[in-house]
C-alpha cells in the first residue's frame, strides 16, 4: 500500500475506470480531468478499478482526451475485516455528506436501512433513485481520496436483515467499547431505537461517545472508529 500512496501522491488526478487495461473514461470524468483540472499532455494520472488495481497512466490530450499507461497493473489486497455501516434515511442531503465521508475513509459496505421510528421513507422508484444518487457520492468521494475500493452501497435494507449480520451491534448512548469484533455497526434514527430492535441483537450495543449525536453524524463517528481500530491507530480495550 505505501508504494501506491507514494504514486498517487504524486498525480494530479485520480479516476475510477471499469478496465485497468483499456484506461477508458467516462464523459464527466473526461470533462472535469480536462476542463476543470485543466490538465496538460503529460501530467501523472493514477487509476483504480475500485476492486484493488491500480495503475500509473499519463494525461494525453489530444484527440478529445485519453490515458495513456504509464506502469503497470499492481494490486492491493482487501483489508480485513471488512466493514460495513447501516443507517436510518435522514432528511435533506445529509445522507449524501454521510455516505461521502464513509467512502473517504474507506468503509467497505454502506447500507440505508428502514427503521421503526425512522421519519423519512424511502421506497419504490424513489429508494432507486437515491441510491443511483449515493453510488455516484461514493465514486466521486474514491477519487477525491484516492481510494481503491469502491464501497458497496445499498438500500433500502429491513432492519431485521441487517441486525442478523453477523457482529451487528447498535449504536448506543450507554453501549460497551466498539472492537472489531463488531465490524457492523447500525445507527437508528434520531427518535431512537425501538424495543424490538434493542432485542433483536440481543442487548449488543456499541457507544460512540457520549452526546446525543445525530444519525449522519453518528455513522460517520463510527466509520472513523471502525477504519482506526483495523489500521491499528487506535486499539480497544
Known amino acids: 500500500m505505501g508504494g501506491y500512496l507514494d504514486a498517487a501522491r504524486r498525480a494530479s488526478a485520480h479516476v475510477l475506470v471499469a478496465d485497468l487495461d483499456s484506461l477508458e473514461l467516462g464523459d464527466g470524468d473526461l470533462r472535469h480531468l480536462a476542463g476543470s483540472l485543466r490538465l496538460r499532455d503529460g501530467e501523472p494520472v493514477s487509476s483504480t478499478d475500485g476492486r484493488g488495481g491500480w495503475r500509473m497512466c499519463r494525461f494525453s490530450g489530444s484527440d478529445g482526451g485519453a490515458l495513456v499507461p504509464d506502469g503497470d497493473i499492481q494490486r492491493v489486497p482487501r483489508r480485513l475485516p471488512e466493514l460495513c455501516v447501516g ?14 465521508k464513509l467512502s473517504e475513509l474507506g468503509i467497505d459496505r454502506i447500507v440505508v436501512m428502514q427503521t421503526e421510528r425512522s421519519v423519512v421513507r424511502w421506497e419504490g422508484d424513489r429508494a432507486a433513485s437515491h441510491v443511483r444518487r449515493l453510488t455516484e457520492v461514493a465514486r466521486q468521494a474514491v477519487m477525491q481520496s484516492r481510494g481503491l ?51 433483536a441483537v440481543a442487548a449488543r450495543t456499541v457507544s460512540l461517545g457520549d452526546g446525543v449525536l445525530r444519525t449522519e453524524t453518528a455513522a460517520v463517528t463510527a466509520g472513523i472508529l471502525l477504519v482506526a481500530l483495523r489500521a491499528g491507530v487506535v486499539r480497544s480495550g
Request: proline share 11%; hydrophobic share 45%; glycine share 12%.
Open 149 to 199: 475500493w469502491m464501497p458497496a452501497v445499498e438500500g433500502v435494507s429491513p432492519f431485521h436483515a441487517m441486525a442478523s449480520l453477523h457482529g451487528a451491534v447498535l449504536a448506543e448512548p450507554c453501549g460497551g467499547a466498539l472492537s472489531l469484533s463488531s465490524p457492523v455497526v447500525l445507527v437508528g434514527p434520531e427518535g431512537g431505537w425501538s424495543d424490538a430492535e434493542r432485542q
Open 87 to 100: 443507517f436510518a434515511p435522514v432528511k435533506g442531503d445529509r445522507p449524501e455528506w454521510a455516505v461521502q
